[in-house]
């Protein structure tokens, strides 16, 4: 992808926008490309739950798509003042936490609903960190209600009507509550 195409897509919607920003870097990493906001109004820009941030996101993506004649959108993340970086470090941690769970018990532990690009932060985070190799995943449920299934390599794979056992619940003390996934 054309680096001066991404910056100025990001700045020319968020010129139309009317939201102040300073710039747009724009960097590589492993197979993302990550377009970062430098801004001192991060908050107007992020939005309520970051719904402004992902509306962002979702255009520039949609533009860069057509634009460059792409058969997918690319995997642009754009992030402001680190609010991204500290979202999928928290997806990370969540997943290590359960991660411990799945080897004391043995069974599956099913992560609360999250959004695509979330479950793909899962499925590449255990996937990759060797700490984790002993553990698999596996997307289940549908639309809004998709979630991340930890397992151990070596267990039996469930069959749709068997229950997970346990299925965590998000509590307010695990770090979902204010996570847009």
């Known amino acids: 992808m054309n680096d001066a195409l991404i910056k100025d897509t990001v700045g020319g919607l968020l ?91 043995g069974n599956r532990v099913a992560l609360a609903p999250m959004s695509p690009y979330f479950r793909r932060i899962v499925h590449l985070h255990i996937a990759n960190t060797e700490a984790l190799s002993d553990l698999t995943t596996e997307s289940a449920g549908e639309g809004d209600y998709r979630q991340v299934i930890l397992r151990q390599k070596d267990g039996a794979v469930a069959t749709d009507d068997q229950e997970l056992a346990p299925v965590i619940e998000a509590s307010s003390d695990d770090g979902l509550d204010n996570l847009d996934i």
Do not use: C
């Open 15 to 105: 010129t139309k926008l009317g939201l102040d920003f300073d710039d747009v870097v724009v960097s590589k990493e492993e197979d993302m490309v990550r377009a970062e906001i430098v801004s001192k109004t991060a908050s107007r820009i992020i939005g309520w739950h970051g719904e402004t941030l992902n509306s962002i996101q979702h255009l520039s993506k949609s533009i860069i798509r057509q634009q460059e004649k792409l058969a997918r959108s690319p995997f642009l993340v754009v992030d402001i003042d680190g609010y991204r970086k500290t979202q999928e470090d928290k997806v990370r941690s969540i997943a290590e936490q359960k991660a411990e769970f799945v080897r004391k018990t």
